[in-house]
């Protein structure tokens, strides 16, 4: 927690954005006629001040949300990384910009919530935002201990810096974090209605993410706890009974900048694809996609690709012909793009997105792209978090992307995950289970997506393991799910991590340069997986990421021992 954000958040409940519409997450007031005076006068102000919740603060983990989440977790292959290689330090930028980004989550909504308890305004809409505040704040707190365990627990910015705590903020033991997310979502949950209107968090995403925390708490103090576990179920029970939500029919649709507001997510960012100011876009496509899939010069990440181990998963071995693969799960294509893979979705002003093509025909289709040569070392490309080129854009939103700026949406807790969650945690301590509500929540996440699926009379816990990885593949989560199993049962995540294929393939690029040409598919032992990179050294401290550098600097008590809290005793809302 740099000092300068600390006391920007602590004095600014606003960043400067200007107004679009009202239906808009953007629709802030312009810093020119904002002052404590004039502002949070109506509802319609209280609802404005906490929209850009849901995306600027956000943006500097945008990185740190696929590098810690896939790269670190064996999903994603991106070269010499030290999230593929676990040597990340405290002075590597993205995590630096990733812990910024979670404080700045907190301190902003610390900062209007406290505004929005003297607004002039309904309380309904009073209630309804303040809800809102504590949710994102229990988001970034949960991404903060899972990714550094013990951290401080800054509850009043103002009230730290007025006490002169600012640099000597101790941390707090990684389970009384936990405590204090679930007094902070039980808080939310009390103050938020049951529906709220589209994209928004009502009541059931809170219960949602609380059913998450109490998941992944459930092993923090080295076994399960079984009423942990039983709180899990039951709130995410509650969710899937009672919400109204369902998932959507197709699972491709979910990521569509169409449907940037389904019912299915629960926690989105919801972005802007203006770059003034800086922070409102999302800039996922630019890290992601191969060069040339939009016109705006901003793609870059075709060097990057699935990992062999997540295509292993998915049931996939490039070493065999195209012609020979059968795809039994949606999620797969959804997922990754493979040679012979072409996309209704993408490039829609020109009848679809043909990935060889795309890459191969270098003076046509393809002009602009990769010239004529497969990028990715794994032979495998991006297809979540892309939302096309400008057309697509402006059919799905009737506005233009621009350079490293788009409007697709990021869902970052799904009612899928809901499902998941409820069928782990309805096994209790057990490993399988027979229950009937287990077993039908988990097949409705399988069934959407593999339609050889039948419902099974009993489901493992290795079964939803596996699934959660093919359901929110790329979706920044697989990391978290380590950090939860490290837990109670750290020998077993080290060795899954281990045995991962999370090296690259070698000369791809001629067997899929052939196969584009005259339809043949030759491999030869110049084409094999790479074992040559050693086996990443994961040790039982891998599942805590290091406090930023300058961090430490500023604050030394940071390195001491971390100390316990009396949450229930100390804080309130």
Not at 111 to 125: G, P
Not at 143 to 151: H, K, M
Not at 338 to 360: E, Q, R
Request: with cysteine.
């Amino acid at each position: 927690m740099k000092i300068n954000n600390i006391k920007y958040f602590a004095f600014a409940a606003m960043l400067g954005m200007s107004a679009t519409s009202c239906e808009s997450f953007l629709d802030r007031p312009a810093e020119d006629t904002y002052n404590e005076s004039n502002f949070y006068q109506n509802d319609l102000q209280c609802v404005q001040g906490v929209n850009y919740l849901y995306n600027s603060p956000w943006y500097d983990f945008q990185r740190g949300f696929i590098k810690v989440g896939e790269v670190l977790s064996g999903n994603y292959y991106m070269g010499s990384s030290p999230y593929l290689t676990f040597t990340v330090n405290g002075s590597d930028e993205d995590l630096k910009n990733m812990s910024s980004s979670l404080w700045a989550v907190n301190g902003h909504a610390n900062t209007v919530y406290n505004r929005l308890k003297s607004a002039n305004a309904s309380e309904k809409v009073k209630n309804q935002c303040m809800g809102e505040c504590l949710a994102w704040k229990a988001m970034a707190y949960f991404y903060l201990v899972r990714s550094f365990g013990a951290v401080p627990i800054i509850h009043d910015n103002t009230a730290e810096l007025g006490a002169g705590n600012y640099n000597s903020s101790k941390r707090v033991q990684a389970a009384d974090v936990y405590e204090y997310i679930i007094l902070t979502l039980e808080k939310a949950i009390e103050l938020l209605p049951a529906k709220g209107d589209a994209g928004r968090i009502d009541k059931y995403c809170a219960e949602g993410l609380l059913a998450k925390v109490y998941l992944t708490r459930s092993g923090i103090t080295g076994t399960r706890s079984e009423s942990d576990l039983n709180k899990a179920a039951e709130y995410a029970k509650d969710v899937i009974d009672n919400s109204g939500r369902h998932l959507l029919e197709k699972y491709s649709d979910i990521f569509r900048m169409q449907n940037n507001k389904n019912e299915e997510c629960l926690f989105s960012w919801h972005w802007n694809a203006g770059r003034d100011p800086w922070t409102q876009q999302n800039t996922l496509q630019s890290d992601l996609a191969m060069v040339g899939f939009d016109e705006f010069g901003d793609c870059w990440g075709g060097y990057g690709g699935m990992s062999v181990d997540l295509q292993d998963a998915f049931g996939v071995n490039l070493l065999a012909s195209p012609k020979e693969r059968i795809d039994v799960d949606e999620r797969r294509k959804a997922t990754m793009m493979l040679p012979g893979d072409v996309y209704d979705y993408f490039w829609t002003d020109k009848g679809g997105f043909n990935y060889l093509k795309f890459i191969y025909d270098k003076d046509g289709y393809g002009k602009g792209g990769p010239n004529g040569q497969l990028q990715s070392a794994t032979g495998a490309n991006s297809v979540k978090h892309l939302y096309g080129d400008a057309y697509d854009h402006e059919q799905a939103l009737g506005t233009s992307a621009a350079n490293m700026a788009n409007g697709l949406s990021t869902h970052i807790l799904r009612l899928a995950d809901i499902y998941l969650i409820y069928a782990e945690a309805k096994m209790g301590l057990a490993t399988s289970t027979t229950d009937a509500s287990a077993i039908d929540a988990y097949y409705a996440v399988r069934s959407r997506s593999v339609a050889s699926a039948t419902r099974p009379a009993s489901i493992t816990w290795e079964d939803v393991w596996k699934e959660r990885r093919l359901e929110m593949a790329m979706e920044g989560d697989r990391w978290y799910d380590y950090v939860r199993l490290s837990y109670y049962d750290a020998q077993r995540a080290i060795t899954e991590l281990k045995s991962q294929r999370r090296n690259s393939y070698w000369g791809l690029d001629a067997v899929y340069k052939e196969y584009y040409t005259n339809g043949t598919y030759t491999v030869t032992s110049s084409q094999l997986y790479n074992t040559q990179d050693p086996i990443p050294n994961v040790t039982k401290s891998s599942f805590t990421l290091p406090l930023p550098t300058e961090d430490l600097v500023f604050n030394p008590t940071l390195m001491d021992e971390p100390i316990h809290v009396d949450i229930r005793n100390t804080y309130s809302y």
